[in-house]
């Protein structure tokens, strides 16, 4: 099981897990126009990761602790400190929440070429991933470990957490695939939203060149491959991007 065979990687004591109840989607202020939507579509996606992730540490004899979804426009004040929509989605350890500025799906459809239900579903489940991740003590134990180590081998460990949360986002996609009747074409959007957002492909528009020892996210390659591996196999046991060299990531 997952718990099991991160525990023991890690070292971490998986026991610490403990119950939480029902967290729904918030928001920093009454929906604008448009917004109302992205509130109810970003509540369906954290409800089925909910389910997901609910019944895997279930049958790992474990309880999953839900994490929240924050909403909000321009600025927000999160456990991690002040963030804007410049830092896109992301997950704050501090009070288990996902934040999510309202616009960043239209940024996905101008400047990322990523769109979709699916991709959009996508960004928020590689957030959950983190929750996932820190659930299982995973994300104090990195920054541990980063913490003893070279700025090199810091960005190598931020690689393979991003790439596990976006394994991690492939099994939530294989889990809900049947019921949300997910096609081959709902695939390819998250496939190309994962590939945009690749270090090199962002590095290259950014820079014009590639420094690959200054990637935090992993390559478009890295990405799409370790989400297909989630959503192909539906398996988190196969998330294990902390195994083996960097090089065969």
């Known amino acids: 099981m997952l718990l099991a065979l991160l525990g023991l990687f890690f070292g971490v004591d998986t026991s610490v897990l403990t119950g939480g109840d029902q967290a729904p989607v ?7 126009p448009g917004q109302d939507e992205v509130y109810d579509f970003a509540d369906r996606i954290m409800t089925s990761s909910n389910q997901v992730w609910g019944g895997i540490f279930q049958q790992s004899g474990q309880t999953y602790n839900q994490p929240r979804m924050f909403l909000f426009s321009g600025a927000t004040n999160s456990g991690c400190g002040r963030a804007t929509s410049a830092v896109g989605p992301f997950y704050c350890p ?10 960043f799906f239209d940024q996905m459809d101008r400047q990322l070429g990523g769109g979709g239900d699916f991709a959009y579903s996508y960004v928020i489940a590689h957030e959950v991933g983190h929750h996932v991740q ?9 920054q541990r470990k980063q913490q003893q180590v070279s700025e090199a081998e810091s960005n190598s460990l931020s690689v393979r957490v991003e790439l596990q949360a976006d394994c991690f986002a492939g099994v939530w996609g294989n889990h809900v695939s049947s019921l949300a009747n997910i096609t081959e074409e709902d695939v390819r959007e998250a496939v190309n939203t994962a590939a945009a957002i690749g270090d090199d492909h962002l590095q290259e528009q950014a820079r014009g060149y590639v420094q690959p020892d200054s990637f935090t996210h992993g390559s478009s390659d890295q990405r799409v491959r370790w989400f297909m591996r989630g959503f192909t196999t539906g398996n988190p046991n196969q998330c294990d991007t902390f195994k083996g060299s960097y090089s065969q990531l």
């Open 94 to 103: 501090a009070d288990s929440t996902v934040y999510l500025d309202t616009s």
């Open 134 to 142: 820190n659930e299982l003590g995973l994300s104090e134990q990195v």
């Open 26 to 32: 918030s928001q920093s202020a009454p929906a604008q």
